[in-house]
């Protein structure tokens, strides 16, 4: 069987060859794409940051220290790369207090672009999804087959993997996850449990969308799918279906989707359901480990295709992409059926949209 969590299924035969990648924060830019307009008033402070070298968690403490505010009260839809230059809104919960000026918020590496007020505080996962610039330097395979590979890429996506960063160095996190699981290991902090339970989650996703690909199903649909929307998560289960999902899956309006294990029956039926169960039974401890802290059955879809995307031949033969993601969604995992990605000189990200 494929690995869940390490040398993965390409859908086009595998990368063109290798690429710098995050050689300088600004090759790998991020602007996070709300999905709705600030009210302009209420309790909460909206403000537009730009970070440079600079984790979301990080900035989000340096915000409420500049204000002399308890950390809690300032909140981010997700977290963005530290090794990038990204975008994002932050709310800080000032009831009854004016707005600060940019100045005041401002310190290395963290500059206010915008600042107004909204009646609700930001949560995590509320915005759709985020837009990326990414520039591939020293590429050594040619422009043509890139402009090839990527015009495939934006009119058939690629499986919706999570990358190999979600497990860890070595796949450490599953090792960690599967001892959890045991009662053999205790995670010393609730982030830290968190991590090894979207690994294990992760691990059996990938694992069924690696099967299906194989099968030759991870883009037709079978009897009992549950299809989803991959802009907002919303599901299509069996019992509520019109009639026309094939059709709408062909026009790449709904997708096929694919379990986050959890407590509660497989939300899939039919042939479908048969073989989720019959692929997952296979790994009892890790579907055992999740029911027991208490996750529920959810499903993700299983092919991201990047939207309002385009392709720049730069100076030195340098490659530039530009495209949005819906959040939960991984960069990385679009350029990785491009080129392997070379980021020896730089700090590590993970070129995700944020913590699913």
Same mark, same amino acid.
């Given at each position: 069987?494929?690995?869940?969590?390490?040398?993965?299924?390409?859908?086009?035969?595998?990368?063109?060859?290798?690429?710098?990648?995050?050689?300088?924060?600004?090759?790998?830019?991020?602007?996070?794409?709300?999905?709705?307009?600030?009210? #302009?008033?209420?309790?909460?402070?909206? *403000?537009?940051? /730009?970070?440079?070298?600079?984790?979301?968690? $990080?900035?989000?403490? =340096? %915000?409420?220290?500049?204000?002399?505010?308890?950390?809690?009260?300032?909140?981010?839809?997700?977290?963005?790369?530290?090794?990038?230059?990204?975008?994002?809104?932050?709310?800080?919960?000032?009831?009854?207090?004016?707005?600060?000026?940019?100045?005041?918020?401002?310190?290395?590496?963290?500059?206010?672009?915008?600042?107004?007020?909204?009646?609700?505080?930001?949560?995590?996962?509320?915005?759709?999804?985020?837009?990326?610039?990414?520039?591939?330097?020293?590429?050594?395979?040619?422009?043509?087959?890139?402009?090839?590979?990527?015009?495939?890429?934006?009119?058939?996506?690629?499986?919706?993997?999570?990358?190999?960063?979600?497990? #860890?160095?070595?796949?450490?996190?599953? *090792?960690?996850? /599967?001892?959890?699981?045991?009662?053999?290991? $205790?995670?010393?902090? =609730? %982030?830290?449990?968190?991590?090894?339970?979207?690994?294990?989650?992760?691990?059996?996703?990938?694992?069924?969308?690696?099967?299906?690909?194989?099968?030759?199903?991870?883009?037709?649909?079978?009897?009992?799918?549950?299809?989803?929307?991959?802009?907002?998560?919303?599901?299509?289960?069996?019992?509520?279906?019109?009639?026309?999902?094939?059709?709408?899956?062909?026009?790449?309006?709904?997708?096929?989707?694919?379990?986050?294990?959890?407590?509660?029956?497989?939300?899939?039926?039919?042939?479908?359901?048969?073989?989720?169960?019959?692929?997952?039974?296979?790994?009892?401890?890790?579907?055992?480990?999740?029911?027991?802290?208490?996750?529920?059955?959810?499903?993700?879809?299983?092919?991201?295709?990047?939207?309002?995307?385009?392709?720049?031949?730069?100076?030195?033969?340098? %490659?530039?992409?530009?495209?949005?993601?819906?959040?939960?969604?991984?960069?990385?995992?679009?350029?990785?059926?491009?080129?392997?990605?070379?980021?020896?000189?730089?700090?590590?990200?993970?070129?995700?949209?944020?913590?699913?």
């Amino acid at each position: 069987m494929t690995s869940a969590s390490h040398d993965l299924s390409f859908l086009y035969g595998g990368p063109l060859g290798r690429a710098r990648f995050k050689v300088q924060p600004e090759d790998f830019v991020v602007e996070e794409i709300l999905g709705f307009e600030p009210s #302009g008033e209420g309790e909460h402070c909206l *403000a537009w940051v /730009e970070k440079r070298n600079l984790d979301s968690n $990080t900035a989000a403490a =340096r %915000l409420a220290d500049a204000l002399g505010i308890r950390r809690r009260l300032v909140s981010h839809c997700g977290l963005k790369d530290r090794h990038a230059v990204t975008r994002q809104w932050f709310s800080l919960h000032m009831p009854g207090q004016a707005s600060p000026e940019p100045a005041v918020l401002e310190s290395e590496g963290l500059r206010v672009l915008r600042i107004t007020r909204n009646t609700r505080k930001l949560r995590r996962g509320i915005h759709r999804g985020n837009r990326f610039t990414i520039r591939l330097r020293e590429p050594d395979f040619d422009a043509a087959s890139a402009a090839q590979r990527w015009q495939a890429i934006m009119e058939k996506g690629v499986p919706n993997f999570f990358g190999t960063q979600r497990f #860890g160095n070595d796949g450490q996190n599953m *090792a960690k996850a /599967e001892a959890m699981f045991r009662g053999e290991f $205790t995670p010393g902090d =609730r %982030l830290l449990r968190g991590l090894l339970l979207s690994a294990a989650r992760s691990h059996l996703f990938n694992a069924v969308v690696a099967v299906r690909m194989a099968g030759g199903t991870w883009d037709r649909p079978l009897k009992g799918e549950v299809f989803g929307f991959a802009d907002n998560g919303t599901l299509l289960l069996p019992a509520n279906q019109r009639g026309d999902e094939t059709a709408r899956f062909e026009k790449g309006i709904v997708e096929l989707t694919a379990p986050l294990w959890g407590n509660g029956e497989l939300q899939s039926v039919d042939e479908v359901r048969r073989l989720e169960q019959e692929l997952l039974s296979e790994f009892p401890e890790i579907t055992a480990g999740l029911e027991a802290f208490g996750l529920r059955q959810e499903r993700r879809v299983m092919r991201l295709r990047p939207l309002n995307a385009a392709m720049e031949v730069m100076e030195k033969r340098d %490659l530039l992409f530009r495209f949005d993601l819906p959040k939960g969604t991984y960069a990385t995992t679009v350029l990785s059926e491009l080129a392997n990605l070379d980021e020896s000189d730089a700090d590590h990200g993970d070129g995700r949209n944020e913590e699913p």
